[in-house]
């Protein structure tokens, strides 16, 4: 989950020399970035340095990062009519970028790449708040008050995302990822009609290729159940839930997860434990991919992390896990 980040020393010396968006929109350095966790910490696939934003530029949502604040969109989307200046894009002219890094980086890798992309539903979130959000009031008033425009603006993501997918793939990616950051703000019966149908339709864009995909949100455990069924072959689970019983409500998926990301900070025994503990609900039964439940807090040690990994090594070379 999020392997390259400012835990890593390695991370921070090359920002303080370049922008986010410099790191991503320049295929050597998104390269360098992606490969730092891969050599430090020993894991077992890599996961392309990108941000799920980036694809909202091009279609006019214009957005920049501004220190300490996140992401901020110049002109959020408000109402229909801000909904029809949200343009459709070619990943592959738009986001060349990011292919050529994937292509780069399948040269060099000797693990396999994970490509992803935002849900419509976290990425329209984004485009209606105008940056990040503690109650998504903005949102869930639009949802509410205009559901067409709300449809309509998903629509448009979830075709951007699908093709962005594709192109992805085509360029080499091993597995795709759906990050849906926010959807744990939904109840069920909202997120199955505001935002699994259009989860579902990226899905389905790429149903054709067979290629492995992930499916993840935060704070989803009442709605992992129907997360299950958007299309993918593995769902993620935070920390909230165990991870056998995330795993019976998902049914016959693989799943991802589940280590809450805070308790790198703690003592060794406690990490220790709580990764055993996560193994042993595993059983030795196949399909899991031992994970954070969400991404790297900035002040963990890699030190830990590295040690996480191998302990998980460790603990499952006997078994098909």
């Known amino acids: 989950m999020r392997q390259a980040g400012r835990y890593m020393p390695e ?14 929109r320049a295929p050597e350095l998104a390269v360098e970035v992606t490969l730092q966790p891969v050599r430090t910490l020993g894991v077992d696939a890599a996961i392309l340095f990108s ?3 980036l694809p909202l530029a091009p279609m006019g949502l214009t957005f920049e990062f501004l220190k300490g604040e996140g992401p901020s969109f ?16 070619d990943p592959a002219h738009e986001l060349a970028y990011v292919l050529d890094t994937i292509r780069m980086l399948k040269a060099q890798l000797d ?49 951007m995302a699908g093709a962005y997918l594709r192109a992805q793939i085509a360029a080499g990616v091993d597995a795709v990822q759906i990050f849906d950051s926010w959807v744990g703000h939904l109840s069920a019966t909202d997120y199955r009609e505001f935002a699994l149908p259009h989860s579902r339709r990226v899905f389905d864009a790429i149903a054709d290729l067979g290629t492995p ?23 993620g689970a935070d920390w909230r839930v165990p991870l056998d019983h995330a795993w019976q409500l998902i049914g016959d998926h693989g799943i991802q997860g589940n280590l809450d990301p805070t308790l790198l900070l703690g003592p060794w025994p406690r ?8 193994v042993q609900r595993v059983g030795g039964r196949p399909g899991h991919i031992f994970n954070l439940g969400h991404g790297v807090l900035p002040m963990t040690s890699p030190d830990v992390v590295q040690r996480v990994t191998r302990l998980v090594h460790s603990l499952t070379a006997t078994r098909n896990t």
């Open 111 to 159: 693990v396999p790449l994970i490509g992803f992309v935002g849900a419509p539903f976290t990425l329209a979130s984004y485009a209606i708040e105008g940056g990040p959000s503690k109650d998504f009031a903005r949102t869930k008033a639009m949802m509410y008050t205009e559901p067409q425009a709300w449809h309509a603006l998903c629509g448009r993501l979830a075709d």
């Open 271 to 278: 990490v220790r434990a709580a990764v055993e503990d996560i």
């Open 11 to 24: 991370y921070r010396a090359l920002r303080q020399r370049y922008s986010l968006l410099e790191l991503c």
């Open 74 to 89: 110049h002109e959020p989307v408000r109402s229909a009519a801000d909904v029809d200046r949200v343009r459709p894009i």
């Open 51 to 53: 941000d799920l934003l």
């Open 213 to 235: 995909s992930i499916h993840f949100g935060v704070g989803t455990g009442m709605l992992l159940e129907d997360m299950a069924t958007a299309g993918s072959s593995v769902v």
